[in-house]
Nanobody, 125 residues
Framework: QVQVVESGGGLVQTGGSLRLSCAAS????????MGWFRQAPGKEREFVAT????????SYADSVKGRFTISRDNAKNTVYLQMNSLKPEDTAVYLC??????????????????WGQGTQVTVSS
């Protein structure tokens, strides 16, 4: 069983930055594809970004492209989401997820096997 724990959320003003962290347990972390999703009240879970096991391949939602950066440190079993130029519409609970082989596309919640509880990000206008 893999445990995934997010941290780093908080309250920030429009235009500000936050870095989210996601720590995953397990010696096979380096083989997992990792993803970030977000969910605002009354809305469906939305894809944000994904990164392959090697860190060499990333993909982003159009709404965050150019503002957010996903990265990973396999030695620390941690994946990060650097969020810059934040907007009020980025306000949501941000969830980290792990996808074990065989991998899905990484764009859909159904692709992932393990989920964290989420961390709240609030962007004030």
């Amino acid at each position: 069983q893999v445990q995934v724990v997010e941290s780093g959320g908080g309250l920030v003003q429009t235009g500000g930055s936050l870095r989210l962290s996601c720590a995953a347990s397990g010696r096979t972390f380096s083989s997992y594809a990792m993803g970030w999703f977000r969910q605002a009240p009354g809305k469906e879970r939305e894809f944000v970004a994904t990164i392959r096991w090697s860190g060499g391949s990333t993909s982003y939602a159009d709404s965050v492209k150019g503002r957010f950066t996903i990265s990973r440190d396999n030695a620390k079993n941690t994946v990060y989401l650097q969020m810059n130029s934040l907007k009020p519409e980025d306000t949501a609970v941000y969830l980290c997820a792990a996808d074990r082989p065989p991998y899905g596309t990484g764009w859909f919640p159904r692709d992932y096997d393990y989920w964290g509880q989420g961390t709240q990000v609030t962007v004030s206008s």
